[in-house]
């Protein structure tokens, strides 16, 4: 194990999460409000750190498999951590429990929050939350991987913080890892760019443009406001929002495809065209089950407010446009399915993705037909047309069962915890091990998470990077076998 090297990218985390809150501060200070001393108080005492670290432990030999998987768990652990500063040093969440559950939530694009009244804070503070989805959405590590030296096996980070999804769908597209990243980077903050200008078109305020679309292409959820995206009541602002949450849940190597002209290969991806007819069905199931429940007069507004809350929920975003737990049951049983499901692997989005799903369909589908039709039948799971290995069809199914294990086990212990009943405390697991957000019952669109206990708040946040780290980098360190050291095998 590498110990040097690990530390030594986490200096670097340190450096560039200090830096990161400059925007923060100018914002503060835009807006003549006291709050710029604070960040720029914990900028100083970050950067300090990461300095302090990066001069006593300097990158020697390469990163391994086990030391990029430590420094995938430790280092949003640490960022996490040292982003609560302005919180609390400010007051405005002494408690670090809290702040430490917010910062969790915010890097992990959960969106889950425990705050009663988000609008009381002042702009910096709020501008940095919404900052935090900005970083985390594609990946902290990522962002960190482009100033490491090169030869420090940076590939191995990447990889222990990416989905299992890209194990299955082989997603690489150029081979140096740091252009990789830069790549992913331009077309992130391009679509960003691009949902605020939209935004700014219909009115809103370049300040809250900009934090919704933090929130929006990252599939995270933090808005500037109490009421979330139904603050605004707009249809523009719904409509635009809602094509820009799909479009975070799309695999970001097909967007440098199209920037290539590859379109053809895009039309084949099979993960994408079951995501837009999983998008389709699910919309016009809520929407119908909204007009015909009675719940909006019109169908167009209810297709309006049902497409949004899917897409919000279905990409693992979080936003909201109204009180779903009031819309009739059909709608609401069809919102609580999607939360199982998921967007596509290699976007910003959290959840079991749709490539799973894919693989299980087919694989049972062979399995079935073996045993009950044609026993000699040989049946090939295929994905982009191309033979899936029975190592992969396994990654997959280990996948799905230890998720739904997660939350069941996790459901269980939050009523005994927390003293839940059933739908909160399985509503509240799923939305931060999915990394959704809002849920159903006491964890409702309604509602926050300020009344856990501080083992719920601990719990919960820890759900939420095992979630984000898509389960297996986060749970093999739970694992005596890993520091016995036997190395950690990739599929």
Excluded at 39 to 54: D, E, K, N, P
Excluded at 395 to 424: E, K, P, Q, R
């Amino acid at each position: 194990m590498n110990l040097r090297a690990i530390i030594a990218v986490l200096g670097t985390l340190l450096l560039v999460t200090g830096c990161s809150m400059v925007l923060p501060v100018v914002c503060a200070l835009l807006f003549g409000e006291d709050d710029w001393r604070a960040l720029t108080l914990s900028a100083t005492i970050i950067i300090f750190g990461g300095l302090l670290v990066r001069r006593f432990f300097r990158f020697h030999g390469a990163i391994q498999v086990k030391d990029g998987v430590l420094v995938a768990v430790a280092g949003w652990v640490v960022i996490s951590a040292v982003s609560t500063l302005p919180f609390l040093v400010s007051g405005y969440i002494p408690s670090f429990t809290d702040a430490f559950f917010e910062m969790m939530s915010g890097y992990t694009t959960t969106g889950a929050t425990i705050l009663e009244d988000i609008e009381a804070l002042p702009h910096g503070l709020l501008f940095w939350r919404s900052q935090t989805h900005l970083l985390g959405g594609m990946g902290f590590l990522t962002l960190t991987l482009i100033f490491l030296p090169h030869g420090v096996g940076g590939v191995r980070v990447f990889r222990a913080e990416s989905s299992p999804g890209q194990v299955i769908t082989r997603e690489k597209f150029m081979a140096r890892n740091r252009d990789t990243m830069i790549w992913l980077w331009i077309i992130y903050l391009g679509l960003n760019a691009l949902q605020t200008l939209l935004l700014c078109g219909g009115g809103m305020a370049v300040f809250d443009a900009l934090c919704t679309a933090f929130g929006t292409i990252s599939t995270s959820g933090y808005s500037p406001r109490n009421l979330s995206i139904g603050a605004y009541d707009s249809g523009y602002v719904d409509w635009v929002t809602t094509c820009f949450m799909w479009c975070g849940g799309v695999s970001f190597v097909l967007y440098y495809l199209l920037l290539k002209g590859d379109i053809a290969t895009v039309l084949r991806n099979t993960e994408l065209r079951w995501y837009v007819l999983l998008t389709l069905l699910f919309c016009l199931f809520v929407s119908c089950g909204l007009w015909f429940g009675g719940a909006y007069s019109g169908f167009w507004t209810a297709l309006r407010y049902g497409s949004f809350q899917v897409v919000s929920l279905l990409t693992t975003t979080g936003f909201t446009t109204a009180d779903y737990e009031l819309w009739p049951a059909a709608a609401q049983m069809g919102l609580f399915v999607v939360c199982f499901v998921g967007a596509c692997a290699g976007s910003t989005t959290s959840g079991i993705k749709i490539v799973h799903y894919v693989v299980l369909a087919h694989y049972f589908y062979g399995a079935v037909v073996r045993m009950f039709v044609q026993p000699l039948a040989v049946f090939s799971v295929r994905l982009n047309g191309k033979p899936v290995e029975q190592a992969v069809i396994d990654l997959s199914v280990c996948y799905f069962v230890i998720n739904i294990f997660m939350v069941a086990v996790g459901a269980m212990i939050l009523c005994v915890s927390d003293h839940l009943d059933m739908l909160t405390s399985m509503s509240a697991v799923i939305s931060a091990l999915m990394n959704i957000g809002p849920g159903f019952g006491g964890v409702g669109p309604a509602e926050n998470f300020a009344f856990l206990s501080i083992f719920g708040k601990w719990f919960l946040a820890f759900n939420m990077l095992v979630g984000r780290l898509e389960m297996f980098t986060a749970l093999i360190v739970l694992l005596p076998i890993f520091w016995r050291g036997v190395s950690v095998r990739k599929s």
